[in-house]
């Protein structure tokens, strides 16, 4: 069966059309908002999926208003958005890099927001909105540090993972000092950022990281198919017209920044950047970098373990990073046996 079709437009201009990637990336926004209507829908008071539709549209009671709006759309909005940019943000890095483990999480991208966290509650005691703003400078100053030292003659894959995997062990050991550094009362605060969590996230959280988005995601997605080529090797993409450099520079800057914002929001949320592009790969069976792909399954796997961090555990709430912690980790030992016993490994 073909899945590739080529759509010509009323103005002469051929598009070629991949119809199972597009078909994913349906399905995979459709199980994002489906996971959103019955998230909402789960707590203290539930309230049926169907009563959960009606308040969004304005027509629920004072009550479900009230706890729709106010209380659980915001952080269902925020896993979203967290979701959306670490998945394409992983993508991005996995394909410059041109490595599977190329991702926010193995090059320290989120040790770095960590630090600038740990920053400001260990040295300043700072508020809520300050630690997502050290939380974003850190992440903005690492990813600088990285590239910075990654450059010769321009930044390959290897040597970028190779530098983020040094830069991560430092920055893990400046977080491990500043912990001890701490009293105890904002050690446990630190902790608990650290763990990665929805909690409590409201609007506050919410415009931000989307008007981010909103800037950014449609900036990648008009750069993928230089992304695409570059996959082939710089000798090629600058043979058929790319600026290798420059959009490498631009879509590593629109990865950090993605990533940096989301840590800023959700805490340092592990092993989304790094399993959603690769499963939205095997879901598409199609080359590239598949950012759209990655970007839907990013949201929908962090509002699904959102889901399980509530309903799994009886009366006991964990932190959706523990999830996305156990979650990850799984799917990273299938991949080594599968890997294995395809005699890659």
Known sequence: MKTNRAVRT?????????VRA?????????????????????????????????????????GQEFIVTELRLPRVLVGLLVGASLGIGGALFQSVSRNPLGSPDVLGLGQGATAGALTVIVLFSG????????????????GFAIYALAWKRGVHGYRLVLVGIGVSAIVTAVNGYLLTKSDIV???????????????????????LLA??????????????????????DDVSYALGVRVERVRLLLMLSAVLLTASATAAAGPVTFVALTAPQLARRLTRSPGPNLAASMCMGAALLVTADWVSQRA?????????????????????????????????
């Open 10 to 18: 009323p103005g002469g201009l051929s598009v070629r059309l991949d």
């Open 22 to 62: 597009l078909t994913v990336v349906v399905l995979l926004l459709l199980a994002a908002l489906a996971a959103s209507v019955v998230l909402i829908g789960t707590g203290d008071f539930p309230i049926p999926a169907g009563d959960v539709l009606r308040t969004l549209v304005g027509e629920g009671d004072a």
């Open 127 to 142: 508020t809520a909105n300050q630690v997502a703003l050290g939380a974003l400078a850190g992440g903005l100053v690492t």
């Open 313 to 345: 555990f009886g009366a006991e709430q964990l932190p959706v990073g523990v999830v996305t912690g156990v979650l990850g980790g799984v799917y990273l030992l299938w991949l080594l046996v599968t890997e294995r016993k395809a005699g890659r490994i």
């Open 212 to 233: 981010l988005c909103a800037v950014l995601v449609p900036l990648v997605l008009a750069n993928s198919r230089g992304l695409r080529m570059m996959e082939m090797g």
């Open 186 to 208: 904002d050690a446990a605060r630190a902790v608990v950022w650290m763990t990665g969590s929805l909690d409590g996230r409201d609007w506050d959280q919410v415009w931000p």
